[in-house]
């Protein structure tokens, strides 16, 4: 048998769930987003000598032959899995098939869900040779580098001794400097950009992308997982910005972005400069963005929407203020109501986004968020059911605060795994369809999505070639294949 070549380095996506269900999953029709974290890992790998490749199971949902002919022509020595909780048991799937066609290569896990659970993670499956916590590149770069040595050394990897016993090494020391990475390799993403696509109405211009231009967030809300950067926040400067959306335009055609940061205007100044790079220097594409209502103010979003800014997401996530006291910091509801009425008056779009289920919860809560996200001019809305993810602060004693299911592939914010106290999953179904169809039976919206013929027609031709699954989940809002 053929060894196996160390230096090449494959890196899967898995998609989650049955193939079979993939066709009629809504939530791929309207939001196939770019694995940006694997993209950075292979442009890293590359940089550092090795030959990467990356397989999107999510985008490519038929993938185990193609995972199979991957491992038969490259013969890679080390393969990475990018892990949520709900993708975990996919990957576990696929590094056993890995391992069958391969019985000697090394498989590397990571991501937000391995981050949180570390050890438990090499508890749950001998196919998981490394559990890699925290930021990938760097670790990934010196795994690859082991040539058959244990990595006793490197920051940021939980493995197996000799004796079997775990060893967690602990997060690395030394953060990335993210203006030293090279730009995501896009170019080895299966028909990017045409196989990525934005949420519907969510951006004017195709092909559109995904971005991210910073890493962690400040803040600790009880829902968030924060294990992979922990409380850190570094940010790329607006040199790095503008050069990496020039990138995307010449070598892709990109004219639309979403950066998907936690907090684009957290750090002002940077995104000042980019703006006014993108005005003085104008290179045709517009922009998404999601902020808190503490980092925005009229004179920013006049800025940012002279820049090319075309929508921007908030987190809402309750329109009970008591409640929301109870999640985060600076539960404001009058500051987010003014901040929204601001960012429409700038002639930006607006998208609220929101939870439902959470602890503490009750109808009365509910029907209070209904009447607060009826009351704004928000043209877009997402409602999730909340989650309790591992690594977030809520997940610690979530037994404690209603019953929790802990099924993780369907732990994807599609399902009323968590029931608060007081309530019954029915009745959160009911509620949760009758926000949906309220919203969307309003005059405002309904014109406001006939205005998205010429804003952004893409999106209507989307819409129309899935319009009989999207009126069927608009229906009954359950998830095809679950």
């Known amino acids: 048998m053929a060894k196996l070549n160390d230096k090449n380095i494959l890196l899967v996506h898995p998609l989650g769930y049955q193939v079979d269900a993939a066709a009629n999953d809504i939530s791929r029709k309207a939001n196939i987003m770019p694995p940006l974290g694997l993209a950075s890992i292979a442009a890293c790998l590359d940089a550092a000598g090795f030959s990467s490749f990356i397989l999107d199971c999510y985008a490519h949902p038929d993938a185990d ?12 020595g080390l393969i990475g899995f990018s892990c949520t909780t709900a993708s975990f048991h996919d990957s576990v799937r696929l590094a056993g098939l890995a391992k069958q066609e391969l019985p000697e290569i090394r498989t590397a896990f990571g991501g937000a869900h391995v981050s949180a659970l570390q050890e438990k993670v090499l508890d749950f499956s001998p196919l998981i040779d490394y559990a890699v916590i925290g930021e990938g590149e760097q670790t990934m770069i ?37 203006d030293e990475l090279p730009f995501p390799a896009y170019e080895k993403l299966a ?15 195709a092909p559109n992308t995904s971005c991210i231009s910073s890493r962690g967030c400040p803040y600790s809300c009880s829902y968030c997982d924060r294990s992979v950067f922990q409380r850190s926040f570094r940010f790329n400067s607006a040199e790095y910005l503008y050069a990496h959306l020039e990138y995307l335009k010449n070598r892709f055609g990109i004219r639309h972005i979403n950066f998907y940061d936690d907090q684009f205007t957290f750090q002002r100044k940077r995104v000042e ?25 009229r004179e920013l979003l006049q800025l940012m929407k002279a820049a090319g800014c075309w929508m921007v997401s ?4 309750s329109g009970d203020e008591q409640l929301l006291a109870q999640h985060r910091q600076n539960a404001n509801l009058d500051l987010l109501a003014d901040t929204i009425r601001t960012i429409k008056a700038c002639g930006i779009r607006t998208k609220g986004l929101l939870m439902m289920g959470l602890p503490g919860e009750s109808e009365l809560s509910i029907r209070r968020s209904m009447d607060y996200v009826y009351s704004l001019p928000i043209d877009d809305f997402n409602l999730a059911k909340f989650t309790p993810f591992p690594g977030s602060p809520i997940y610690e004693n979530i037994h404690e605060l209603g019953s929790f299911d802990e099924d993780w592939p369907k732990m994807d914010c599609m399902h009323f795994q968590f029931v608060p106290h007081g309530m019954e999953q029915e009745q959160l179904e009911k509620l949760f369809i009758e926000f949906y169809k309220n919203h969307f039976k309003r005059n405002r919206v309904l014109l406001g999505y006939v205005s998205m013929l010429w804003k ?27």
């Open 142 to 178: 010196e795994l690859a580098q082991l040539a058959g040595e244990t990595p006793r050394d490197i920051g940021g990897v939980v493995w197996h001794d000799s004796d079997g016993a775990i060893v967690n090494n602990g997060y690395r020391s030394d953060a990335l400097i993210l």
């Open 191 to 205: 028909g990017y950009p045409d196989a990525y696509k934005l949420p519907i109405f969510n951006y004017p211009k």
């Open 314 to 317: 908030l987190g809402i996530e």
């Open 65 to 76: 032959g193609r995972l199979l002919e991957l491992l038969r022509e490259h013969r890679p």
């Open 456 to 482: 952004s027609p893409d999106s209507w031709r989307r819409f129309i070639a899935s319009a009989g699954q999207f009126l069927r989940f608009a229906v009954s809002n359950k998830r095809y294949g679950s």
């Open 273 to 297: 400069q980019f703006c006014r790079m993108m005005i003085d220097k104008p290179l045709g594409m517009t922009f998404n963005c999601a902020v808190r209502a503490e980092h925005v103010d």
